[in-house]
């Protein structure tokens, strides 16, 4: 862990910002609100408006009118279609996007990842892009977020259920609705893409609980987030960890929590206390309201400087009915049975594919995970000695358009090409080089989950039963976090760090699976997915300045196709730009 407080020390930056605490602005009056549900067939409008969900008071990106956004829900199998329409217009914020739905495979829709510059150019102001999303025998929790730039980070994100009608543990609990969904978040008070260029740490203001929390100025009438129960019930609740930043311990003070998923995936009961929750992981818990009729705090821990309890930080209310509104005078968990990775088993076919000896599988790749830490003017990750820069044209439509070898993939050096129905193991070493990247990181692999054969904290290989999921902790020094997953769905797959600071400064690759039946999907593209670069080579090329910065100094592929960093010049710093990731 002192790696990456080391690391968070020296976060990457092209140019030096100084972030002090700022004023809640004066935006007038706040407008957002908690959007109602929406189920398998939606409209998501993405706009900007003011919100103060800890008390201070800027303008964020929401949708629907809210941060996070509506819940979706929907039933196994159920066809999805979602009409995500841009009405952005705050040039302090992004005002292009993409959506991204995290855990769905998307198979034979790889245009319908969502993932800005992989799989699609993003969606200009006034403009709206359909989502036909393949998610045929998943369920499980899951959710959705910007995938352009930090976006999310500036409230982009909202959750997404399958529910599953023949759920095998359905007679462990009462209540599985939207009033269990719970969702843990980090808030900033600047814009995310000015926090983005700065050389320091990127630590978050407030931590949200289900859109609510407060902040070190907070006065105490500013609400937290309440979860209801009443006692004698059992409830299955969904933590879904959509925060930029690390992890967040998770707790309920006086209650034990059986968890029964990991990211989309049944596993075998077990009884813990509290959860480290990654960015971008997901559990669903059950916990059974078994205590006399009270207030109790629901905490959220991490490695952060704010990571305190004062006037209700990091905090929410787990609200027996009949008790009082006021908040708990409990203590906080001493935890004594954590969750730990090498714990979790799937329920359903358990067991690693391949031989099972390390090293063994049909594809084996380390990713050796680094950090320039010597540039402190253009800081940037890299996997292998390559930083990942965003190309030109997105890795799909380049696949599409006849490319299907690594040499002929841009960016060079960032896309592993993996032949079908081959048996890949990745390993994520975590060292103490000059050049480490620091530690814990957690990793996520787009259109799959893989068997985690080695776990973090556990140096003991398990092909029997691993925990199968689609985000893992790289661990801390010294381990060796290894996974497999088969090719058996096509298309460019991104493998990223999930802490959103990491990933926008170069920390992917891309997995291209199986391009050329990638490639032989290309009759199956929309035609509003084929618009989606003309319209938005055309939207920054009305700005030629916007155009240029994007190409060379936003972390763009340049045309001549060499990874040039360039630094930022001040003269064009402001936060608009397009939305554009300042590199």
């Not at 630590?203 to 907070?218: E, Q």
């Not at 707790?251 to 929750?277: C, F, L, N, Q, Y």
């Not at 390390?358 to 930083?387: C, E, K, R, S």
């Not at 003309?534 to 045309?559: K, V």
């Amino acid at each position: 862990m002192l790696l990456l407080l080391l690391l968070l020390a020296l976060a990457p930056a092209c140019l030096a910002v100084s972030v002090s605490r700022v004023e809640s602005g004066d935006y007038g009056p706040v407008t957002a609100y908690a959007p109602p549900p929406v189920g398998p067939s939606a409209n998501l409008i993405v706009n900007d408006v003011i919100v103060a969900p800890d008390g201070f008071v800027r303008p964020a990106t929401v949708v629907n009118g809210g941060t996070p956004g509506p819940l979706i829900k929907i039933n196994k199998n159920d066809p999805i279609k979602i009409n995500v329409i841009n009405n952005l217009t705050n040039p302090n914020l992004a005002e292009v996007t993409s959506v991204h739905w995290h855990g769905i495979f998307e198979h034979g829709r790889q245009w319908a990842d969502g993932v800005a510059f992989v799989t699609q150019c993003p969606i200009i102001p006034n403009d709206a892009f359909t989502y036909k999303l393949n998610a045929t025998g998943q369920t499980g929790t899951y959710w959705y977020h910007s995938h352009y730039s930090v976006q999310y980070c500036d409230g982009l994100r909202g959750p997404l259920v399958i529910y599953d009608p023949e759920d095998p543990y359905a007679d462990m609990y009462d209540v599985d609705d939207e009033s269990t969904v719970i969702t843990i978040a980090d808030w900033y008070h600047q814009p995310a893409n000015l926090l983005n260029a700065t050389f320091g740490a990127v630590l978050p203001d407030a931590t949200l609980i289900n859109g609510k929390g407060r902040y070190w100025n907070s006065t105490s009438d500013v609400d937290l987030g309440v979860i209801e129960v009443e006692q004698g019930k059992s409830y299955r609740f969904r933590i879904v960890g959509m925060q930029c930043n690390l992890y967040f311990n998770f707790t309920i003070a006086g209650h034990k929590m059986t968890v029964i998923e990991t990211d989309g995936i049944e596993i075998d009961p077990v009884e813990v206390d509290s959860i480290s929750v990654f960015a971008a992981q997901r559990y669903s818990v059950v916990v059974t309201a078994n205590q006399p009729i009270d207030n109790y705090w629901i905490r959220l821990t991490s490695e952060n400087t704010t990571s305190t309890f004062i006037n209700g930080m990091n905090s929410a209310i787990f609200r027996y009915k009949g008790a009082p509104d006021a908040d708990p005078t409990n203590s906080t968990v001493t935890s004594t049975t954590p969750l730990i990775d090498s714990n979790i088993h799937p329920l359903i076919n358990p067991g690693a594919p391949g031989v099972h000896e390390i090293g063994q599988a049909d594809v084996n790749i380390n990713l050796d995970l680094g950090f320039n830490l010597t540039n402190t003017v253009n800081p940037y990750f890299f996997i292998n000695n390559v930083t990942f820069f965003n190309p030109d044209v997105p890795v799909l439509l380049q696949i599409l358009n006849g490319a299907v070898h690594p040499s002929q993939l841009l960016p060079k050096g960032s896309v592993y090409e993996l032949l079908r129905n081959k048996v890949i193991e990745l390993s994520l070493p975590v060292s103490s080089t000059a050049n480490a990247a620091g530690a814990p990181h957690p990793f996520h692999l787009h259109g799959h989950v893989f068997d985690v054969i080695r776990a973090p904290g556990n140096s003991t290989p398990n092909f029997v039963n691993p925990p199968r999921r689609d985000v893992i902790s790289t661990g801390t020094l010294g381990d060796n976090v290894t996974i497999r997953f088969v090719t058996d769905n096509s298309g460019p797959w991104f493998l990223h760090c999930h802490i959103d600071w990491h990933l926008s400064h170069g920390f992917a690759v891309v997995m291209a699976e199986n391009p050329p039946a990638t490639a032989a999907h290309r009759n199956d593209i929309p035609t509003s997915w084929n618009e989606l670069c003309p319209d938005y080579n055309a939207f920054i090329a009305a700005d030629p300045d916007n155009g240029r910065l994007l190409s060379h100094e936003f972390g763009m592929l340049p045309s001549t196709e060499e990874q040039v960093i360039l630094s930022l010049p001040e003269s064009h710093m402001r936060f608009g730009h397009h939305g554009l990731d300042p590199f």
